[in-house]
């Protein structure tokens, strides 16, 4: 391994360890456990009522195949918060914490480049809430094939390759809103606002005038992973109900997206750190 | 021989001037204090020797390497501790000396954190985490991790810091123990005039970003001239002096090599100055005062 690597390793390996002791991973870790434990709960207990949920589709019962989809998108559609706010607590305060708590005065001075800190802490911060979502993958799965006896269904596979693509980009969006602030709560308080505040108020004004889903959104990117199941859109001025799941096209479409918004993040996050300084 | 400069080197933040055409060489080991008060820009000097500001104009070179264009390699042989230190909290001191030792790509890493963590008396809570830590503590594991891979130019910025007597009194000890080696060149930024005159070599003081005066510590070139009034300006030739600085009826001055005290009271006289004592001089409080009142 040449000198770049082995630095990179390190700090990639210690960013990681750093995060994985930290209090919002075991925060992040109860959430995760209580959510999943919840939609066990849930799925077992209205596994065979499901119709009830479904009144659109004037139907008495689901085939297999069809429940399976169902309860996949539903476990997705709650498991989109999960990487969302581990996001938030993991790269919110990523870079402005190296400022406001002064770790920047220790890190700066050594003889590592700043985008192979930023690219490595990126990387653990990536793979922590990847662990937190995992464990909320493995639930899911466990619940699957205890209830339906039968093997997980692609769009498992495919979901969670997506959810994994979405963990990216949300880092990566998060780092940027981190690179531009000193301070961790404006971090925190501008990454909320813009993806629950802004990202939905935008969508329902281009919905409700413009009769239009903005695709380019990150969070309806991210739909994208519960779609895999089942293409219900749940957005009052544009309901959408089809027990098929998205083409191809589309997700290629998510895909892009998400790759977008993870590499201009990335790129936007790296510019800034090269240039940040410490007053 | 490790190297240092500083030229031409400005430092704006906003409308603040921190430094000002700020320029010096330290081109041989030994212990160089930068004193000067709160503010007088000896932090900003030292994040710009540390990659942590990037100057506003000139150049800062360690070992001759631009140190805003190349910083990777330029601090690949210096060890710094700037600012109070604080380290990623949930990663034990043993961890983080680990990171810094891979880092500097030291090749024996449990006997490298055994020799930094020996020098720094630190071994008893090497298994603690960094948040855990006390001030002092944190500022002798600072110390230890700019001491890590047995660099050729330390940087230490206020180490003394928030310490107790002893701690301060362990700190010095431990600078003068390692500039006994005479083979590294240490720049330790402080306020404290004894801590300075204690540990130092060579004395560069600062007030309002700009150099106010630059003395050794050991040699007595350094005279005070007392005035029987209030002078006028002088502008002394390099002949005879390399820097001086009127304060009052006293003109404060480094002689040239081989100036002799006669030339510079003629010089005076010359110039309408009428000298009372020339004193050999070395008494950087007094010159401290006069810079920065």
Redesign the interface.
């Known amino acids: 391994m040449n000198?770049g690597m082995?630095?990179f390793a390190?700090?990639t390996s210690?960013?990681f360890?750093?995060?994985y002791?930290?209090r919002s991973f075991y925060l992040m870790l109860a959430m995760s456990l209580l959510v999943s434990g919840l939609m066990m709960f849930f799925t077992l207990r209205y596994v065979n009522s499901l119709t009830g949920f479904l009144p659109n589709l004037n139907l008495t019962s689901l085939s297999m195949p069809t429940k399976e989809s169902v309860f996949g998108f539903l476990w997705s559609y709650v498991l989109l918060y999960l990487p969302v706010f581990s996001s938030v607590f993991f790269g919110s305060s990523a870079i402005s914490s190296e400022i406001e708590?002064?770790?920047?005065?220790?890190i700066?001075?050594?003889?590592?480049?700043r985008s192979s800190l930023l690219i490595s802490k990126y990387l653990a911060a990536v793979m922590v809430t990847v662990v937190i979502s995992m464990i909320y993958i493995l639930m899911q799965a466990a619940t699957f094939i205890y209830v339906f006896q039968i093997p997980l269904i692609s769009g498992f596979f495919y979901s969670v390759a997506l959810l994994i693509i979405f963990i990216f980009s949300m880092t990566a969006f998060t780092f940027m809103l981190s690179s531009i602030f000193n301070k961790n709560t404006y971090a925190y308080i501008s990454v909320f606002l813009i993806y629950f505040l802004i990202f939905t108020a935008y969508q329902f004004i281009a919905e409700l005038l413009y009769k239009t889903t903005p695709f380019y959104l990150l969070d309806n990117a991210a739909g994208i992973i519960e779609k895999v199941y089942v293409n219900i859109s749940l957005s009052p001025f544009n309901f959408n109900f089809s027990l098929n799941p998205v083409g191809f096209g589309e997700i290629a479409q998510s895909v892009l997206v998400m790759a977008i918004y993870a590499i201009v993040s990335m790129a936007v996050s790296l510019i800034i750190f090269e240039?940040k300084?410490?007053? | 021989m490790p190297s240092i400069c500083l030229n031409g080197i400005t430092k704006r933040f906003g409308s603040v001037t921190a430094l000002d055409a700020v320029s010096f060489t330290i081109d041989g080991p030994g212990c160089v204090g930068i004193l000067g008060p709160n503010g007088a820009g000896k932090t900003t000097m030292l994040k710009i020797l540390t990659n942590i500001v990037k100057p506003s104009k000139g150049i800062a070179t360690l070992d001759g390497i631009s140190v805003s264009e190349y910083p990777e390699r330029a601090l690949a042989r210096v060890g710094a501790l700037v600012e109070q230190p604080e380290f990623y909290p949930y990663l034990t001191a043993r961890e983080i000396l680990s990171f810094v030792v891979k880092i500097k790509m030291v090749k024996d890493e449990k006997e490298e954190i055994r020799r930094v963590s020996e020098l720094t008396s630190i071994g008893g809570y090497l298994d603690r985490k960094a948040g855990e830590l006390s001030r002092g503590m944190k500022q002798r594991l600072g110390l230890a991790v700019a001491l890590v891979g047995d660099p050729d130019i330390i940087i230490l910025d206020e180490p003394t810091f928030g310490l107790d007597p002893s701690g301060m009194k362990r700190i010095r000890d431990i600078i003068k123990e390692i500039n006994a080696r005479k083979n590294k060149i240490i720049i330790l930024s402080t306020h404290l005039i004894y801590e300075a005159q204690e540990v130092c070599d060579r004395i560069i003081i600062v007030n309002k970003g700009k150099i106010g005066y630059d003395l050794n510590n050991h040699t007595s070139d350094h005279v005070k001239i007392e005035l029987e009034s209030t002078g006028g300006a002088v502008d002394f030739p390099k002949q005879i002096a390399n820097q001086w600085k009127a304060d009052g009826n006293v003109i404060y001055l480094q002689k040239a090599e081989g100036a002799k005290n006669s030339e510079i009271i003629d010089y005076c006289r010359k110039n309408g100055l009428e000298v009372k004592w020339v004193t050999p001089y070395n008494d950087i409080e007094s010159i401290y005062v006069s810079l920065t009142k």
Not at chain 1, 101 to 106: L, M
Request: charge should be positive; charged fraction near 25%; avoid cysteine.
């Open positions: 000198a082995t630095k390190a700090s210690y960013y360890r750093n995060y002791r930290s708590n002064r770790t920047a005065f220790h700066f001075a050594l003889p590592i480049s240039r300084e410490v007053r």
